[in-house]
């Protein structure tokens, strides 16, 4: 008998379901003899002994289907060693599960946090494969992860929509765009969108060359701006500040998000007006893209094939279009930026782009 335990853990994206439904597929096309235990809402279904017992039926019809069939939750890693409310030691509590279940392997779905707490799962002696999920694209040792690409679809197609009404009116659109630090949803989202001003965490913005590339346009006789601004996003000046400084600044000036700072600092020194468009969770909702639905079914079905092969302690990652086996000690704690000298960027300025710095 093969017992397998699998959860879905940090915020959700597209192809949660998809990436299921490829493991359960690659391994049950090798194995009858299989027992699936889907633990409820990430890791607090492992702690608590939440799970659900499941077939390869329940993995059926659900390509297309957004969401988590799972359910998710966020656990942070820092608290993970941190008693509960009744004194429960979570660590211990997952291990206990584990090993009561008798399970083979426990598979993985998420993002960052998520993956520095299989990591340590693995380090506790448990049998763990992980696959690499997150809109934010952020996870080291994979060059894509699932859901970045319909995130992008989705970011692109509100740009795409601001568009037609900015032609209508002379004023400057700031659309805010998902991607926690990094700005790799924004920089492609910008591009595929054709914004004109790109603002990314990794590229602090000078608020004078914002304007400027703001002003320029005008004189030019274009009658609006778009600009993409990644969540993350940060000025030169906040750039320098330490991280506790730089708490303190925020708390003060209380902006609801990093789009209202924008369109303050541009509405002080220009005569445009200024509409702020948030798409928010829409991003991360809906059908996965096909891309999305292809690359989660391959990583699924090559976790399968590392499961059969009794090989763990991996994450399952894309590099150059082929999936390989990335060691978790490799991936966990790590994020994976936009590289501000990559040709990208480089490649979008050439378009006329600005990044918000001279
Ligand atoms: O990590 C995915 C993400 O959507 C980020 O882009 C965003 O910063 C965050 O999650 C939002 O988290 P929550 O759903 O907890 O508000």
């Not at 763990?128 to 080291?140: G, M, R, S, Y």
């Amino acid at each position: 008998m093969l017992r397998i335990g699998m959860l879905t853990s940090g915020g959700d994206c597209q192809a949660l379901n998809a990436a299921m439904r490829g493991v359960v597929k690659g391994i049950c096309s090798k194995r009858d003899d299989v027992e699936i235990y889907g633990f409820q809402e990430g890791y607090k279904g492992l702690i608590y002994s939440n799970f659900k017992m499941l077939t390869s039926r329940d993995f059926s019809g659900i390509l297309t289907v957004g969401g988590t069939i799972l359910g998710t939750s966020r656990q942070p890693f820092k608290l993970m060693r941190v008693p509960d409310e009744n004194g429960l030691d979570k660590v211990e509590a997952m291990k206990h599960t584990y090993h009561k279940l008798n399970l083979d392997c426990l598979v993985v779905l998420g993002g960052n946090g998520t993956h520095k707490t299989a990591n340590m799962l693995r380090e506790e002696g448990l049998h763990v494969i992980t696959l690499p999920k997150t809109i934010d694209n952020d996870l080291w040792g994979t060059d894509m992860t699932f859901g970045f690409q319909s995130a992008v679809d989705i970011a692109t197609d509100t740009i795409d929509k601001i568009h037609t009404t900015a032609t209508s009116h002379s004023r400057v659109f700031i659309v805010e765009v998902m991607g926690h630090k990094v700005g790799w949803v924004t920089l492609h989202a910008g591009i595929a969108g054709g914004a004109d001003i790109i603002m990314l965490p990794e590229i602090p913005y000078d608020i004078n060359v914002v304007v400027d590339a703001i002003n320029k346009r005008k004189a030019a006789g274009k009658k609006f701006t778009i600009i993409a601004v990644a969540e993350g996003a940060i000025s030169k000046e906040d750039a320098k500040l330490s991280k506790k400084e730089l708490k303190a600044k925020k708390e003060k000036q209380k902006y609801p998000s990093v789009a209202y700072e924008v369109a303050e600092k541009i509405q002080k020194k220009t005569d445009q007006e200024v509409r702020i468009t948030v798409p928010g969770h829409t991003q991360r909702g809906g059908s996965p893209c096909p891309y999305d639905r292809v690359l989660s079914t391959r990583l699924g079905a090559a976790a399968a094939e590392a499961i059969l092969d009794g090989d763990y302690g991996y994450m399952l990652g894309v590099k150059k279009n082929d999936i390989v086996r990335v060691p978790l000690s490799e991936v966990a704690g790590k994020l994976k930026y936009v590289d501000p000298k990559s040709s990208i960027i480089k490649e979008a300025e050439m378009t006329g782009i600005s990044f918000g710095i001279k």
